[in-house]
């Protein structure tokens, strides 16, 4: 999956939803989508800070909108990316709530992390087919 195809993937196709999985290259191609919006309106935000106020409060406005039309969809993404390595998405629930645990955060940050970076199960899990490869079966004892 591509660049266009994972951002129209996460905002269109699958907006907000929690079931299924989601593919490594779906999760962080459409994280560097995201990063480098928030950039844009961080950047802009910055250069028009010393001039005229109104259109800094603009930038914000724009880049606190933008955050609340994605929250929904990151979260659907980052669940669906659990479900990918076969874990539940109330797992990602604990784990986010134990990072407003002093110190514990970190570790659960970590967990987070790593999860999202690791491969995801091969063929059908509980949770749906391979992203990667649909029509793989998962026949252990075949």
């Not at 490594?24 to 480098?36: D, G």
């Not at 800070?49 to 929250?71: D, E, M, Q």
Request: hydrophobic letters at 55%.
């Amino acid at each position: 999956m591509g660049f266009s195809e994972a951002i129209k993937t996460v905002l269109t196709q699958k907006y907000i939803t929690f079931s299924g999985r989601a593919s490594r290259s779906e999760y962080w191609w459409f994280q560097l989508f995201n990063w480098l919006v928030g950039g844009v309106f961080a950047i802009l935000g910055s250069l028009t800070g010393s001039g005229v106020a109104s259109l800094t409060n603009f930038f914000s406005i724009l880049g606190l909108l933008y955050a609340l039309a994605t929250i929904l969809p990151m979260i659907a993404l980052q669940v669906r990316r659990f479900h990918d390595r076969n874990i539940s998405g109330w797992w990602l629930l604990a784990l986010v709530i134990l990072c407003f645990v002093p110190l514990v955060g970190l570790i659960c940050a970590i967990a987070i992390l790593v999860i999202s970076v690791l491969r995801g199960s091969e063929g059908p899990n509980k949770f749906g087919p391979d992203p990667l490869r649909p029509e793989a079966r998962a026949e252990v004892f075949a």
